[in-house]
Structures are given as structure tokens and as C-alpha cells.
């Protein structure tokens, strides 16, 4: 619906009115992997683990559910819950009632969802498919029979073989939420793919997930980009700085409505994947994701953002944004290039900026930019108010926060 306002000074002009999502809906869809009972690795090291996760902002996370003697992988989880991040848990075939409402006593209130075995299809296990179609069903009226405040849901199966979901028909009604492992092969977040009906893009998971599953919200439960720049499909650490915010920009701007990144610790046959190395110290894409995170929470009741009568001028067709609001209303627009990070060879691109214009019914004011690159201040810049506002977009994702003039 287009809506009609006259902005001071200017004529009278119609300006279509831009859907707008809560600011904290947004960061609410950030999740992030753990392995809380690999103690061999940094994830042993709970007080850096802690830290981490609390720093960066997120709140939920998704690790395996372990049975285990080891009464600190219960009692850490439990203690991430009670700061407020809460866990969505991988069981397993074996799983029985008995063992999930045991866990979810042992880990007082972490548990946010239980998940259908992880990569199933590709364990290795011949009689994967009848062992999971039964299954599912007993996770659903187990998981519906636990005492909780809220109701508990179950993701389903990400399967990652060639036609598997045919081999589970009728599937669907064990599960509330369907689920994707989209990784991008080193390809930008936005990418259109790189095969044939665009294999590889969101559109293209989103399409098998929707076809397997019919009308499902869909998550993705693992996604992510390996740092190091010398394994395939590694993209280095810059480029993985550059693509995890777009990362969860891209995913929700097609509809996803929850992400857990893979992951946030290094080690192991994890590999480059983490936001910390295997030491513990932290990447760029750390520092990116958590600055994103930053400007945008907004913790609070839900309520409705209103959408905002406003045009890009001058744009690209890798310009790409998604418009937001909090509480106090204040819109928050964040805006970037969707584009390769990696030049066919390899190589970092350049520093490319691209200039466009924001312009809305009504004038703006306080208005401040916010760069996720490591290199911009941590401040936002003040700009210019008015109906009209020039700003440079660049592969770094920028947020401009700012308020309509009544």
C-alpha cells in the first residue's frame, strides 16, 4: 500500500510504505553452535566460552544432547540459561521419553527445542530412514508431555543427501519447524547460486526445504564460512568478518526465521568455522557480528514497527537492505552491497562504495551511521538531516539509526 505525506517545503508525492521488522525480532533470529561437552578443546575453557557468548550477544544455541557423568556439561548450560540463552538440542534415535524429560530436569530450563538427529541420511546407518520415520513421531509426543512454561518445539531433520526426504514420506506432522544446513560453499551469503535453478542460494534450499515439507517455518541450524583461506572453500578471515552479519541479514530478509551459525569456537574436525580460535581469542567476524548485535538489540515487550514511506534512489541491484525498528521509534535501516568478498581468483576485493539516496515522505533527524568493519569507529557518525540523505553502501554492512520529524 503506497501512502500519501507531505514532507516541509516539498510537493506533495506518493511513497510506498516499506515493511519494517522489529529491531530485536532480528536479533532474536541469531543463534550460534556449541559443543559444550568437548572438553578437549577450547570449549573446555567454560569462563572464555562464557564470555564469549555473553559479549556477543546472542541468545540461543544449539548443542548435542549428551548423557553423560559429567555433571559440569548439565550445570553450564544450566548457568547460560539463567543469564538468558537458551539451547535448541540434537538428540538421538535412542532418545527415549524417560531421557528427554531426565535432561530437561538436569539442565533447568536451557532446553528451547529438541532437534531430529543431526544429518541422519549421512551417518552411515543403512536403516536411517525407518529408524527416523519412527522416531519422529515419539520426539513429537515425548517433547508435547514435558511440563514446561512454554510449549517446546521440534525441528526437524536437516538431510543433505540427494532425495532423502522421499525416503521419510509423511514425516512432517512429527516436527514444527523444517530445517536447512545451507552452507555457501565460500560464495557470499546473497549469492544466486552456482549451478543449475540457482543451486546454492537460499531461494534454492528454501525451495527443496518447502517441497519435502510443505508449508513449515523454516530454520537453518548450521551455516557458516571457514576462515582459513587454504582448505576448500575457505574464504579467510576478512572475508568471513565481511559475510556473518550479511549472513543473518540475507537469511531473514528471505524468510528464515531463525539461524544458528556454525559455530562459535574453532577446534577439532570443526576446523575454521568459529567466530574464536582455537585459543579462544576472537576473530574479525566476532567483533562484526557482535557490533551488529549491539546496535540493534532492544530487549522488551513485542510490538508492532509501522512501516516507513520511503524510496531508495540511485540504487544497484546488489544494494540490498532491510528496515527496522525499536521500541522508542526509532528506525534503524540497515543497508550493503551483496557481493563477492573473493575475486574469481581467490583474491580480496577491493573497497568499493556505492552511492545512493534515502528518501522519505517526512524528514528524518538525529541520524547516525553505524559501520560494522573493524576499522570504523565504534560510535556512530552523526549525518545531516532532512527528506533527502546521500549515503555510501560497501560490502561492510552499514545501519543508519535515526527518527521521522513529526
Avoid at 503506497?2 to 519494517?20: D, I, Y
Avoid at 527415549?96 to 530436569?105: C, V, Y
Avoid at 574469481?344 to 528524518?364: D, M
Avoid at 561492510?396 to 535515526?402: A, H, M
Amino acid at each position: 500500500m503506497a501512502s500519501l505525506v507531505a514532507a516541509p517545503g516539498c510537493k506533495t508525492q506518493t511513497l510506498k510504505a516499506e515493511p519494517t521488522m522489529s529491531a530485536d525480532a532480528f536479533v532474536d533470529s541469531i543463534g550460534i553452535n556449541v559443543h559444550l561437552h568437548n572438553g578437549d578443546m577450547i570449549y573446555g575453557n567454560f569462563p572464555v566460552i562464557s564470555a564469549a557468548l555473553h559479549d556477543l550477544g546472542v541468545r540461543h544455541t544449539r548443542d548435542g544432547l549428551i548423557h553423560t557423568t559429567w555433571q559440569d556439561y548439565y550445570a553450564r548450560h544450566a548457568q547460560l540459561a539463567q543469564s538468558g540463552i537458551h539451547c535448541l538440542f540434537i538428540t538421538g534415535t535412542g532418545d527415549t521419553p524417560e531421557d528427554l524429560l531426565d535432561f530437561t530436569q538436569k539442565v533447568h530450563g536451557a532446553v528451547e527445542g529438541f532437534e531430529a538427529p543431526n544429518e541422519y541420511d549421512a551417518a552411515g546407518d543403512p536403516d536411517w530412514a525407518p529408524k527416523l520415520s519412527a522416531y519422529m513421531p515419539r520426539l513429537k509426543s515425548a517433547t508435547a508431555s514435558i511440563p514446561s512454561e512454554r510449549k517446546i518445539p521440534v525441528v526437524g531433520p536437516a538431510l543433505v543427501t540427494p532425495d532423502a526426504d522421499k525416503k521419510v514420506p509423511g514425516l512432517s506432522p512429527s516436527f514444527d519447524e523444517a530445517n536447512m544446513h545451507n552452507y555457501f560453499g565460500g560464495h557470499n551469503p546473497g549469492t544466486p547460486g552456482w549451478g543449475e535453478n540457482g543451486y546454492g542460494s537460499i531461494q534454492w534450499n528454501m525451495a527443496l526445504a518447502e517441497k519435502a515439507w510443505g508449508a513449515k517455518p523454516i530454520v537453518t541450524t548450521e551455516t557458516g564460512y571457514l576462515s582459513d583461506p587454504h582448505v576448500p572453500q575457505g574464504v579467510g578471515e576478512r572475508a568471513q568478518a565481511i559475510y556473518t552479519p550479511r549472513l543473518f541479514l540475507e537469511q531473514t530478509l528471505h524468510g528464515v526465521q531463525r539461524t544458528w551459525l556454525f559455530e562459535l569456537a574453532d577446534g577439532g574436525n570443526q576446523s575454521s568455522y568459529g567466530l574464536l580460535r582455537s585459543d579462544g581469542s576472537r576473530k574479525p567476524a566476532f567483533f562484526t557480528l557482535e557490533k551488529m548485535i549491539r546496535v540493534l538489540s532492544d530487549t522488551g515487550p513485542t510490538f508492532a514497527a509501522s512501516p516507513l514511506p520511503m524510496e531508495l534512489k540511485g540504487t544497484t541491484p546488489e544494494l540490498h537492505h532491510l528496515l527496522l525498528q525499536k521500541r522508542n521509534g526509532r528506525y534503524l535501516l540497515a543497508y550493503w552491497l551483496e557481493v563477492p568478498a573473493l575475486d574469481a581468483s581467490e583474491k580480496e576485493t577491493g573497497a568499493n562504495t556505492v552511492p545512493f539516496t534515502l528518501h522519505t515522505a517526512v524528514p528524518i533527524q538525529n541520524a547516525l551511521v553505524w559501520s560494522v568493519d573493524p576499522a570504523a569507529s565504534n560510535d556512530g557518525t552523526r549525518v545531516k538531516a532532512g527528506a533527502e540523505l546521500t549515503l555510501n553502501a560497501s560490502q561492510w554492512v552499514s545501519i543508519l539509526e535515526f527518527e521521522i520529524k513529526h
